[in-house]
């Protein structure tokens, strides 16, 4: 670049610097503080700035001014700005209304708030006349709508809240208020101003009531920045933000650094350099005013630069941001498409590549040969081009092709390229007349998705789903946001007279009312195939431009594998799950034919939104309805090719037991082809000349002598089914195994419900051996298969060494012993965890309390009570010193209760995690709760709860000597009044506001007044799982063949309050005077075994047992 011209676009960046930037993540902020005028001016810094419109009135508002609509005719008007658009489908809208109704003009059901967008529709947020918060966002035809759970009272000032995240949350006040609409996102186009008081869809929906601060986020806001909002403190990001390059990309062209300043921002600090870990040595910018960076010396193509911008606020903070990279283009042809390794790769595709630096033309070389491409022999020299495209005209299906581009640059140079690979997509042969769509979703890379009818209805992947294993071999796993499959319409989709859908479905959760399953069409539809949030199906069609829908009788179960189906026969729906007949429904069911002309989807429909959230596997569409009997055998899956492969697919195998290969023969299958390898492609291209080949027989089983190791890490393996005819080859599809560097013990993989298979028949508990330990659930499933380390399972041991013997203990017998010094191996390893504690009496009126529970509140409490007996009038104080955040209202405090009963009369003073300190009771046993609130108060904090007869009083304070009352909106002390007898509870209460997670509550200064007797005592109240352990040790024995026996003890006395997985290593040349060599039985308990002493309960789990090098 010429002096003149680099000093140009410096120029001009540093002009931009000057200029007011924008606070990061904010799109608008309209604060409504002018008072006066027709302009309301957007205090985001991005000039959105609205004209007020027939006459909204300045007044006095929720903060400072606002503005008055007469629900007639005015409202603001925001001209069309791209930076209107969130970018990324996600965002927040937040602002304060005092509405004086519900509904729009003359009664109609919606009163706009503040919208963007009719078709399509961006955010657009009403009231309702149901009382509620409307929300919708979609594309045009399928505007995703839901409401909130909470609702708007008149006349009085509501923080009102929405964001989008896949879902629509609602927030009033700052509190969670209802999620709705599962896969929900904002589109990303739309040119329609933006109004407030007004919504921009077609009605008149003027708001009556005063409307102030509304702001628009590109960010979904998280509930305690909701809340923080709420609480007048809206969110900053401090950090430098949108690269220019963008991170991670190839090709940059010039060395000019862009980003945009963290809020608040005065200065940057610039670190670049070659390595991702940026030192002092590497900043080459202090302190600059403006946001960019020119490099000088230039840039060195295909060298990674990596960067970082440090920003400095007017306090002196210093916000150090993240590291960033680009990478120059390289002098070599990159990025090729297909991409290097890919599959099922269409016969009449186009190669293409992006050009090295400099480069003025590019020599082509593609073959079926690697070598013959890598010399440019054979005829794969297809000539010099200048395009950076390539036809190659019909390919060979089922083959690997390799391909290289060759740079010329200026001057006659050359570079010469990689190497790149791909693969063609297999001969499917007409499956079945009827069937015109099959797709097996057993690609596991990319986003091609075959169609294995024969028909050649491929698709694409939309979003990012992940491809796991599946049912029969792999799927797709939709994440119910924005995930599923799409193919084009073809002719062979239509569908007449009959239709059969079908899938192999595992979903994640019962959450969105309509999760769409397969589908075609909309407002002319062939078929649409949902799951409901009752677990039933939902088939709908349209007949004669009339919509049908129906319901199934049967239901799904979330987080199982099961097979749906939904067919049109004789004019009606017909329903079925795994096979049996799950409902009928419709009636007069004409299908619409060739008048449908929509995309096939998987995992949504073509209304936009109604995504699926789990695996899906093995969808079909056949155009004729089937028979039970044809349904059930399209469930299982290809029946000529070969099944349940042993190992199983993507399983994890101790080299001593990598002993066969077996499988379940495919149908008409009377001999089989052998492959086995190390590479999965090479195992996917092998023919019977290749080495990976091994051999035909007529065993289902092959033996792995001398062809795994220790450590030897994957393996793959496929078996072709040969017909009768002995021509006739079905190719399987390639599985795949790991032996990793490690002896494997358990690791809890093999156990399923089944009796005789179960964890607690392997792993003897106290039920037999009288410990105090119980291994696995009481009910199934029995292993755990939530808190896992890896894999889907793990062992839970409850401990309860409150009794005799005072310790817990779980025993395995192996059978025969093992050898644990095989292959090097010196340590046994094995992944635990526990729970948090639940209750530690340090001394002086110090406790730790740690508790789950769904809350304190409704019409029954689920928390740890620390308590003392009290008589008649008396009063509690404690300070919180600090409070694990696992919902923003957790709870620690003090309480007064009548009895231990989940659903007593009671009253306590609470410090939250994120929503202030709070006074709340229950009146009546049994009964709703009610409270008053102070927010923006935090811990550490006292707070004290008094008694006089039946009335209770509440104060806070953040020194302990200067209280505050808690009062009502009037300013007025709240009293309230709970019916109580005179003998109560009196103490220290926590609650984690969530039943999945357990809070710790720091408490000091425990003080009462009053008739109170006795020593503090703790107890779990409800009927939630207390997800909190009591203070233990952890150790692990082994015995040898001659019955000789060891234990080590871990070094933490209180181990199995680890919250997070642990490893325990420990050297077998611990385990004093047992041979390792001989093991016969392995121990791990919860305890001291050698010196017991009564302790407490909990529950331990264990992972991942394994013999390992050093």
């Known amino acids: 670049m010429s002096c003149r011209k680099m000093s140009r676009v410096v120029a001009a960046v540093l002009a931009l610097g000057l200029a007011q930037h924008a606070t990061a993540g904010q799109l608008a902020w309209w604060a409504f503080d002018e008072g006066s005028g027709t302009t309301a001016r957007d205090g985001s810094g991005r000039g959105n700035d609205g004209t007020l419109v027939n006459g909204p009135v300045w007044v006095d508002g929720k903060l400072g001014k606002a503005l008055q609509f007469d629900g007639v005719n005015d409202y603001v008007q925001v001209p069309h700005s791209p930076g209107l658009i969130p970018t990324t489908g996600k965002a927040t809208v937040a602002v304060w209304i005092n509405a004086q109704r519900h509904t729009g003009p003359g009664g109609g059901t919606w009163q706009g708030i503040l919208a963007k967008g009719g078709a399509p529709r961006l955010y657009n947020l009403y009231t309702h006349a149901n009382r509620v918060i409307h929300f919708s966002t979609g594309v045009s035809g399928a505007y995703m709508g839901s409401t909130s759970t909470g609702q708007v009272p008149l006349n009085e000032w509501v923080h009102v809240a929405v964001v989008v995240d896949g879902r629509h949350r609602y927030y009033l006040n700052g509190e969670p208020a209802g999620v709705a609409a599962e896969g929900a996102s904002v589109p990303t186009g739309g040119t329609a101003n933006l109004t407030i008081g007004l919504t921009t869809s077609g009605e008149a929906n003027y708001f009556l009531g005063t409307i102030d601060d509304p702001r628009i986020y590109d960010v979904p806001l998280t509930a305690q920045e909701v809340k923080a909002l709420f609480n007048g403190q809206p969110p900053t990001w401090p950090k430098a933000k949108k690269p220019d390059p963008a991170d991670g990309i190839i090709g940059a062209i010039t ?3 862009q980003w945009e300043p963290g809020d608040g921002a005065l200065f940057h600090d610039v670190y670049f350099g070659t390595t991702p870990n940026l030192t002092a040595a590497n900043k080459v910018g202090t302190r600059q005013p403006f946001a960019m960076y020119y490099h000088v010396p230039g840039l060195e193509p295909g060298v990674t630069y990596y960067w970082r ?9 210093v916000a150090t941001g993240d590291v960033w990279s680009f990478t120059p283009a390289p002098p070599a042809a990159y990025a090729p498409s297909p991409a290097n390794g890919a599959r099922n790769v269409l016969l009449d595709g186009k190669l293409s590549w992006s050009a090295g630096t400099g480069a003025i033309s590019h020599d082509v070389y593609l073959g079926t040969n690697r070598e013959n491409v890598a010399a440019g022999t054979g005829g794969t020299s297809k000539g010099t081009q200048a395009g950076t495209t390539f036809d190659p005209g019909a390919l060979a299906g089922d083959t690997t092709y390799y391909w290289r581009i060759d740079e010329t640059q200026v001057g006659g140079g050359k570079t010469k390229g990689d190497i790149w690979s791909f693969r063609t997509i297999p001969f499917l042969p007409l499956a079945d007349p009827n069937l015109v769509g099959w797709w097996k979703l057993d690609e596991e890379a990319g986003t091609f998705v075959l169609d294995s009818s024969g ?7 939309r979003g990012n789903p992940l491809w796991v294993a599946g049912y029969d071999g792999g799927a797709l796993h939709l994440d119910g946001v924005d995930d599923f499959a799409e193919i084009p319409h073809h002719a062979t989709l239509t569908v007449t007279s009959q239709v059969a859908v079908m899938a192999w479905i595992n979903a994640r959760n019962l959450v969105a009312e309509y999760q769409g399953v397969i589908a075609k069409g909309n407002t002319v539809r062939s078929y649409s195939l949902y799951l409901q949030r009752a677990g039933t ?3 709908s069609t349209t007949s004669a431009g009339a919509y049908v829908g ?14 749906v189906c939904a067919m049109v026969r004789g004019g009606s729906h017909q329903y079925f799950i795994n096979g049996e007949s799950a409902g009928t429904g419709g009636g007069n069911v004409v299908l619409v034919g060739a008048a449908d002309t929509a995309t096939v989807r998987l995992g949504n429909t073509q209304e936009g939104a109604r995504f699926f959230s789990g695996l899906i596997d093995e969808a079909r569409i056949y155009n004729a309805a089937l028979t039970q009997a044809k349904l059930q055998e399209a469930m299982q899956g290809d029946p000529t090719r070969a099944g349940n492969p042993q190992p199983p ?3 994890e195998i101790d080299v001593r037991a990598a002993e066969m290969l077996e499988w379940a023969a495919g149908k008409g299958a009377t001999r089989h082809d052998v492959y086995f390898g190390s590479s999965r492609d090479a195992v996917e291209a092998a023919d019977t000349r290749a080495p990976e080949y091994k051999g035909r027989q007529t065993q289902t089983s092959f033996s792995l002598a001398g062809l795994v190791a220790f450590g030897g890490g994957s393996y793959f393996w496929r078996i072709d089914e040969v017909g009768a005819d002995g021509t006739t080859i079905h190719k399987g599809r390639v599985w795949t195994f790991v032996v990793p560097a490690y002896l494997i013990v358990d690791n809890m993989e093999s156990y399923t419900d089944d009796e005789g298979n179960r964890i607690y028949e392997a792993w003897i508990d106290g039920w037999t051996n009288k410990t105090g330990s119980t291994v696995g659930n009481l009910v199934a499933p029995f292993a755990e298969r939530t808190i896992v380390h890896s894999g889907r399972q793990a062992m839970p041991i409850d401990y309860n060494n409150i009794g005799s013997p005072f310790y817990s203990e779980a025993q395995m017998t192996l059978a025969p012993v093992q050898n644990w010094t095989d292959y090097g191996t010196t340590n046994l390893s094995l992944w635990f965890r526990g729970n948090p504690i639940g209750f530690v009496d340090k001394g002086n009126a110090a406790f730790t309390v740690g508790a789950s529970g769904h809350d304190i509140w409704d019409n029954a409490d689920d928390f740890r009570f620390v308590f003392k007996r009290l008589n008649g009038n008396g009063s509690v104080t404690v300070r919180v010193d600090s409070l694990v955040n696992t919902h923003a209202w957790a709870k620690a405090g003090v309480m007064i209760r009548e009895s231990l009963d989940a659903g007593s009369p009671m009253a306590y003073m609470i410090v939250s995690a994120a929503s202030g300190v709070s006074f709340g009771w229950r009146q009546v046993g049994n009964a709703a709760c009610g409270s008053m609130t102070q927010t923006g108060v935090t811990a550490p904090q ?7 007869g039946n009335a209770f009083t509440a104060q806070y304070s953040a020194n302990g000597t200067t209280w505050t009352d808690i009062r009502n909106a009037d300013g007025t002390v709240t009293t309230t009044t709970v019916s109580m007898g005179p003998n109560a509870y009196v103490g220290l ?8 997670a357990t809070t710790t509550a720091e408490l000091s200064g425990a003080a009462t007044t009053g008739g109170v007797t006795g020593a503090w005592q703790q107890v779990w109240i409800g009927d939630d799982p207390d997800l909190t352990n009591s203070a233990a040790g952890l150790y692990v024995g082994i015995e040898d063949s001659t019955g000789r026996s060891a234990f080590v003890t871990h070094p933490d006395p209180a181990a199995a309050n680890a919250s997070a997985w642990t490893e325990w290593k420990i050297p077998l040349s611990s385990f004093t005077g047992v041979n390792p060599a001989r093991v016969k039985a392995l121990y791990l308990g919860v305890g001291d075994r050698k010196t017991p002493v009564p302790g407490g309960s909990g529950r331990i789990y264990v992972d991942n047992i394994r013999v390992t090098k050093p």
């Open 255 to 257: 060395p000019l650094l």
């Open 309 to 317: 911008i440090d920003e400095t606020a007017a306090d002196g903070t």
């Open 455 to 461: 028909r050649g209805n491929h698709g694409t992947v």
């Open 537 to 539: 199906l939902h088939f």
């Open 550 to 563: 129906s319901v199934s009788t049967g239901t799904v179960k979330p987080g199982e594998w099961t097979h």
């Open 649 to 651: 697919h993507n399983a």
């Open 942 to 948: 006292w707070v004290r709860l008094t008694r006089t």
């Open 989 to 996: 209460c926590v609650t984690s506001h969530n039943t999945a």
